[in-house]
């Protein structure tokens, strides 16, 4: 009789002992999604489609050596421009010009790659995120070619995803950032000149 009382007791305190684990788990769980921060989502206001937001009063005109620098170069600022703008049609018909200009042979594989994929891309956040790596690969780009005059501003927000940062570069030392458009134009700042 002893032994049953004993076996009882202990499958009892195995039990216990799981459910105080289990209930331990539920609500660290329960502390950990009450805890976590959520970003807002800013989204633009109603955009006036006739209204340029990208419009500057001091801009410099950027001359290369190459003819096809000047015509990456110039795409890529229409891009920003439509990302400005919050025109998500515009931004695919610019980003499909500019990989139309990049050949298949180029060593700017990568930045045709990031151009056919924002041309695909319908949604103007997705195409705000890619616009990141299209700013990288047209870095990399500026810096192997020969700028005749003018100058090129690299401008960064530190607000845009979720406090990491982003980079574009204009032909304008005036902010217009192009990650959040009219809500945030003039939220960012130039970082570094290209001459």
Known sequence: MFFLIHNFFNVIMRYLIVVLILGGLNASCTADKKSKKIEPVIEDEKI??????????????????????QQIFDLYLSIKKALVNSNEKEVQSQAKKLGAVIKDFDEDKQLKAISKLIALTKDIHKQRDFFVGL??????????????SGEIYQQFCPMVFEGKGGYWFSNSKEIRNPYFGKKMLTSGSVKKIFK
């Open 48 to 69: 006036d489609y006739n209204k340029d937001y990208d419009s500057t009063d001091s801009q410099t005109k950027v001359v290369f050596s190459q003819a096809k620098d």
């Open 135 to 148: 700013t990288h690969e047209i870095e990399k780009h500026i810096n192997k070619v020969d700028i005749t």
